[in-house]
């Protein structure tokens, strides 16, 4: 399969990971195919010929306008690359407010499109469905619901599974760290997950020390860990450890040993729940937005879930709010009763049990890389 070249678009750090697993699989059975594209890194390391590195392009959705001098440089240099090399196919990896311009760009010049971890159109947005099918050949979806929804739309779907799970099969949990971390007391430990973004933290963080200070009022020996997922957030934390006076361990890294010295997680949404599933550990889930962003956001979302590990239970199991305030009463209460309601934790941690073995299967990366090479092969 030489001089066949996949042009793959990755521009998070968490597209970054699972674009190099997706790099790996592919070399792997076809070692001829040159893999151009956007990404990190992790993707340069697995055999990508970078055309743009994506360090500096990771943006929240409030971010976009400021960034589109520079992204307007890197998408024209892709579309250059679309004319002159012409690409087998274009593989996109989430990254949605960028990638679908590249969609188009690649659909006008007859370029199969393959969107893997896709846009949650399912989630807000599912008027959007009719244009992703104008733009794409194919999608690899991660969570089963997301089959049978692109099924609905007409759209080609392929049920891939989460990348994720295959890096955490690779992961082995420190258990020595995990004994320092849960050790020093008979209480429960609680861990705190504010997020990975350092505007997550100031939204969150406040929200689960105060929690956590209602917690420590109804459950004197309660203990805490907070999560710092890179150091430059450390600072941030500090001060804001500080000012709220919570005696709390704050980690750098170590996520899964974190969660596994948890009896209790208070966490962000988005991935890290299933990471906190994965370890079948009860969790309170927070999101929190401007009063405007909520009044805005609210008609247009398309589930009755926020967190992932509700929306693949298709219940809810772990509570989780969507919230416009600081509702660190109802985060309080809600752990509260998880820690003093036995039956209740039981139930919760049964039902990820539950929804883990469906879901938790390494194989994701090998399998959407044959499927994309499927698709070269014709």
Not at 34 to 55: A, F, N, P, T, Y
Not at 141 to 159: L, N, S
Not at 176 to 196: A, Q, R, T
Not at 249 to 265: D, K, M
């Amino acid at each position: 399969m030489t001089n066949k070249k996949i042009f793959i678009s990755a521009g998070e750090a968490s597209g970054d990971l699972h674009g190099a697993n997706l790099i790996k699989e592919i070399l792997d059975s076809a070692p001829g195919v040159e893999i151009h594209g956007l990404g990190r890194q992790r993707m340069v390391e697995r055999g990508l010929h970078c055309l743009h590195s994506m360090d500096n392009h990771s943006v929240m959705w409030a971010e976009t306008l400021t960034r589109i001098p520079a992204l307007w440089g890197v998408y024209k240099d892709c579309v250059n690359f679309f004319q002159s090399h012409r690409p087998q196919v274009v593989v996109l990896i989430d990254y949605a407010g960028f990638n679908l311009y590249l969609a188009q760009a690649a659909r006008k010049l007859d370029i199969p499109v393959v969107y893997y971890i896709c846009p949650q159109l399912w989630a807000h947005g599912a008027w959007r469905v009719k244009k992703l099918k104008r733009l794409v050949s194919k999608v690899l979806v991660i969570y089963p619901f997301e089959e049978r929804f692109y099924t609905r739309a007409g759209i080609p779907v392929c049920y891939v599974g989460h990348p994720l799970f295959d890096e955490l099969a690779k992961r082995e949990v420190d258990a020595e760290l995990v004994d320092k971390l849960s050790s020093g007391g008979k209480g429960p430990l609680i861990s705190i997950l504010p997020g990975s973004r350092s505007q997550e933290i100031k939204k969150l963080l406040p929200i689960f020390l105060k929690a956590a200070g209602l917690i420590k009022e109804g459950i004197p020996e309660s203990r805490f860990l907070i999560s710092c997922g890179h150091i430059d957030h450390l600072p941030l934390i500090h001060t804001m450890v500080k000012r709220y006076g919570l005696d709390a361990e704050t980690v750098v890294g170590s996520l899964g040993e974190i969660i596994e010295a948890a009896t209790l997680c208070l966490t962000a949404s988005g991935t890290v729940t299933l990471e906190v599933a994965y370890h079948q550990k009860p969790m309170i889930v927070a999101y929190r937005v401007t009063p405007f962003a909520y009044f805005v956001a609210r008609p247009y979302m398309d589930t009755p879930f926020l967190s992932l590990v509700n929306t693949v239970a298709e219940r809810f199991l772990v509570p989780e709010k969507f919230m416009y305030r600081d509702d660190y009463p109802w985060v309080a209460r809600q752990a509260l009763e998880l820690l003093t309601g036995e039956g209740k934790r039981d139930g919760v941690v049964q039902g990820l049990s539950s929804i883990m073995g469906d879901i938790a299967r390494p194989g994701a990366s090998a399998t959407a890389a044959q499927e994309i090479l499927g698709m070269i092969q014709r």
